[in-house]
């Protein structure tokens, strides 16, 4: 069996990715990569970034979930413009000779990995406390249909942004029930038992009691946090929430170590359970890290 590191949020830090490779000795024969979604955008080198990943998927040596940050490059492809922010640095994609192959693989991504033999589960942001792993699987395959379809395009323009969907049932249906699947799977930090989505929270659990009190009486937590969550005796990797830190809990491990912001970078050796960091230097303006998604 080959050796499965699964390695943080990139957001175009390639020189880092680099170097971690040459710290965990990589070699695509004996390993395989899982990268666990935002490889773009904030950092200084996203073109580098998606061809490496997309040439180690095409040769069979990776695999990569789709982030919020991926979905961001998708949305601004296909011409939708309003949520560029100045913090973007995807310029470079949309200019190179092979975006339109980047873009239609990138696309082309799941939602959800699931180890053949061991027992790990990779998503960008997390899995509600309320879905079995078998439901987190259909539902992902649900939504991984519309980016898959010829006219994904106008999908993604038209009908993937929106914070209204933030509730869950069984009954919701149409592009609202492909829009929730798509922010939990990309966005989540915080929800309540049901499922129910808090896009504004951000900040460590630990550090943010103030905000979080209230939002504690409301029912809101960590979506990896409910005692009854049905994905519990699933081993689950995710990204996405760097100010979490190397948490490893809740049969969860969280692998963004805040790259882009001046943290680490981790690969985490599955059969070892083992993480291994490099310290980045990549130090982002506060006045951008502020706006961090
Ligand atoms: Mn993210």
């Not at 990995?113 to 879905?131: F, K, N, R, T, Y």
């Not at 005692?227 to 969280?254: K, M, Y």
Request: aromatic share 10%; proline share 5%.
């Amino acid at each position: 069996m080959k050796n499965t590191y699964i390695i943080g949020d990139l957001q175009g830090c390639f020189d880092e990715l680099q170097q971690l490779l040459q710290v965990i000795e990589y070699r695509p024969e004996q390993d395989e990569l899982w990268f666990v979604g935002d490889l773009i955008n904030r950092g200084p080198q996203s073109l580098e970034c998606l061809r490496f990943v997309k040439e180690q998927c095409k040769a069979g040596h990776a695999k990569t979930v789709l982030g919020n940050h991926d979905f961001h490059l998708l949305a601004v492809y296909a011409g939708l413009d309003r949520f560029l922010s100045e913090s973007d640095t995807l310029e470079p994609i949309l200019r190179a000779d092979d975006c339109d192959a980047l873009v239609d693989w990138l696309r082309q991504q799941p939602l959800l990995i699931q180890h053949p033999q061991l027992d790990a589960v990779m998503v960008h942001a997390g899995i509600p406390p309320q879905w079995s792993l078998s439901q987190a699987k259909a539902y992902a395959a649900e939504a991984e249909q519309p980016l898959r379809a010829d006219n994904w395009q106008t999908f993604v323009r038209d009908e993937l942004f929106g914070n209204d969907d933030k509730k869950w049932t069984p009954k919701l249906s149409g592009w609202p029930r492909i829009r929730y699947i798509i922010n939990a799977f990309a966005r989540m930090r915080y929800c309540d038992q049901n499922g129910t989505l808090d896009f504004k929270l951000k900040g460590n659990p630990a550090h943010d009691l103030a905000r979080l009190a209230e939002k504690k009486r409301q029912g809101f937590q960590p979506w990896y946090t409910f005692g009854d969550r049905a994905t519990r005796d699933t081993q689950i990797f995710f990204g996405h929430w760097s100010t979490l830190g190397p948490l490893d809990g809740f049969n969860v491990h969280a692998t963004d170590t805040g790259c882009l912001w001046g943290g680490q970078l981790t690969a985490y050796h599955l059969q070892s359970n083992r993480r291994i960091c490099i310290e980045c230097t990549q130090k982002l303006a506060p006045k951008l890290a502020k706006n961090q998604t």
